[in-house]
């Protein structure tokens, strides 16, 4: 089982829609989440941290669920600029950060 | 405004050279990454270095060095031993290891082509 895994999409939704996007992780020890943002042929950026209680910025909201060890992604009122890789980042204790392969999400107008 | 430089952009290399690609931060961060990403692939890493003169092997070191002389500095050298080594090369900085809540500042990246 690969240690970060995301649904590749890429999922097409028309403006206003809400989307949510899964990622599940393998190591139980693993102790703190991220969600990044990677536009085409940019770097990742930190979109949100993911806490354990869950967590809301705006349109996007991160849970995480550990006795099932995934984490999500909410986005409501989804933008034309939302268009991005989404990224779900893991790190699993004293080692640096792994990252799934990234969702795509294409906003169409 | 602190950050982290990257450079060359773009850097194009023949058979059986060795180029380095420069990593700069100035964040004062003491944590430094080499991530590489392929089309439509995740990120894998390559180094990691907690403190200076001192690095670690990630996942796919094999063609690759590094050195850490510096705080601010974590240059990478593909080598002629890396025999597929065209890809987007991401360099990363973090206050630490562990980085619970802050998470990894990126570079702007440099797009490596075998010419």
């Known amino acids: 089982r690969k240690e970060v895994e995301q649904d590749p999409g890429p999922f097409n939704v028309p403006e206003g829609a809400t989307v949510a996007f899964n990622c599940t992780y393998s190591n139980s020890a693993s102790q703190s989440f991220f969600w990044y943002r990677q536009d085409c042929r940019k770097e990742p950026k930190l979109l949100m941290s993911v806490y354990s209680s869950g967590n809301e910025d705006g349109r996007f909201t991160a849970q995480l669920n550990r006795a099932s060890q995934y984490i999500s992604l909410l986005i409501r009122d989804s933008k034309l600029s939302d268009s991005a890789t989404y990224l779900c980042v893991v790190n699993t204790g004293n080692t640096p950060l792994v990252f799934g392969k990234g969702t795509r999400l294409s906003v169409i107008a | 405004d602190g950050g982290i430089t990257q450079s060359p952009k773009y850097l194009f290399r023949k058979e059986g050279q060795n180029v380095t690609l420069s990593c700069e931060q100035n964040?004062?961060?003491?944590?430094m990454y080499w991530y590489r990403q392929d089309p439509g692939q995740g990120l894998r890493l390559i180094y990691y270095s907690q403190i200076v003169n001192d690095f670690q092997k990630g996942d796919i070191a094999e063609g690759y060095s590094v050195s850490r002389e510096k705080k601010e500095s974590f240059p990478l050298t593909v080598t002629s031993a890396q025999k597929n080594p065209t890809a987007f090369y991401l360099c990363?900085?973090?206050?630490?290891?562990?980085?619970?809540?802050?998470?990894?500042?990126f570079g702007s990246g440099t797009r490596l082509t075998v010419v």
């Open positions: 964040l004062n961060h003491d944590a």
């Open positions: 990363a900085s973090s206050r630490q290891l562990l980085s619970t809540y802050y998470g990894y500042t």
